[in-house]
């Protein structure tokens, strides 16, 4: 039961390119979220989903887009990479009585 | 416009001593509050939370302090040891499955 994974852990991009971040989940919950964490922001929601096949903006969601085709997974895309992305992506899954479960994060730099 | 503040953005304590993180907010709405601990390079781990129907929620050595007039809530970490150096992240929701945090209190508990 490894609970809430994030691929890759780190990378490197320049300005203009595209990457997708996957986050895998499996304790069967219905809600996942892409979290951003930046210094003296704490971390702020960017997109999020209520279930397979739903996905709604967060607080900072230009730039990115997200997927969740299959109920485990919750795909986020950057499609043209700029240097203000550069962050650590945390993904998350809710466990209602027992609070959100975080992955280990994404160091993203874009250079 | 941060709904959830912490204004500290480092404490140290000493080992054996009480640690107190406070964290404010302004969003009326928020029923439900949470205390998250992050270390390097990992996500952050749900630690305790409370209510706004309680004023007061403990779980060992951690107890959560809700003054729900002034908007304010405090972790209170008794006693302090060396294992609880991370950085501590307060959240609220307002019901949703949506959870603001606040930017973060490093800890640092000298031995």
């Known amino acids: 039961n490894a609970g809430v994974t994030q691929t890759p852990k780190f990378r490197v991009l320049k300005t203009g390119q595209s990457m997708t971040l996957l986050c895998a989940q499996d304790m069967n919950h219905e809600y996942m979220y892409w979290y951003r964490q930046d210094p003296g922001m704490g971390l702020r929601l960017i997109h999020y989903s209520v279930g397979e096949g739903t996905t709604a903006k967060g607080e900072v969601p230009d730039g990115y887009n997200v997927s969740r085709l299959k109920k485990q997974n919750f795909l986020l895309g950057l499609e043209s990479a700029a240097p203000s992305q550069t962050s650590v992506y945390f993904c998350?899954?809710?466990?209602?009585?027992?609070?959100?479960?975080f992955g280990p994060g994404t160091r993203l730099t874009v250079l | 416009d941060q709904q959830v503040k912490q204004n500290s953005p480092s404490l140290s304590v000493q080992e054996g001593r009480i640690s107190i993180l406070n964290c404010d907010y302004t969003?009326?709405?928020?029923?439900?509050f949470l205390w998250y601990k992050k270390y390097p390079a990992e996500g952050p781990t749900f630690l305790i939370s409370?209510?706004?129907?309680?004023d007061k929620n403990e779980d060992g050595r951690f107890t959560v302090f809700l003054n729900k007039s002034a908007k304010h809530l405090s972790l209170h970490i008794v006693p302090s040891q060396p294992g609880d150096s991370a950085v501590y992240f307060c959240a609220a929701s307002d019901g949703g499955n949506k959870l603001v945090f606040g930017a973060g209190t490093i800890l640092r508990v000298k031995s």
């Open positions: 409370i209510s706004s129907i309680k």
């Open positions: 969003n009326s709405m928020f029923d439900y």
């Open positions: 998350a899954a809710d466990g209602a009585a027992g609070g959100v479960f």
